[in-house]
Nanobody
């Protein structure tokens, strides 16, 4: 059974960098093809696709967030990370990590393409 767990600060000040880590257990992040993905849901809005790092190390970002986003991984710890720079209150959301089953950049989130999700972590951007 694959499990994903997000961790990181729940409060970030405006203009700072948001950093989250997803720890994966029950399966290697380098095995087979999977898209180890970050998704967020702002209050009252739809799920938003942020980007992913594939099992092979390829990285894809949402065009709307690409200039501020960095996704990386630590294979020795079976973790992948999200950094979002220059945050504003509009970045307040519940952030999820998930395992995607299909490659390619996305403009929306189809839950059926993700077989495992973390529980989500609330990140609030406020001074």
């Amino acid at each position: 059974q694959v499990q994903l767990q997000e961790s990181g600060p729940g409060l970030v000040k405006p203009s700072q960098t948001l950093s989250l880590t997803c720890t994966v257990s029950g399966g290697s992040i380098t095995a087979h093809f999977y898209a180890w993905t970050w998704i967020r849901q702002p209050p009252g809005k739809e799920l938003e696709w942020i980007g992913y790092i594939s099992s092979g190390g390829g990285i894809y970002y949402s065009p709307s967030l690409e200039s501020r986003t960095s996704i990386s991984r630590d294979t020795s710890k079976n973790q992948f990370t999200l950094q979002l720079s220059s945050v504003s209150p509009e970045d307040t959301a519940v952030y999820y990590c998930a395992r995607g089953m299909r490659p390619g950049r996305r403009t929306s989130v189809n839950r059926g393409e993700y077989d495992y999700w973390g529980q989500g972590t609330q990140v609030t951007v406020s001074s």
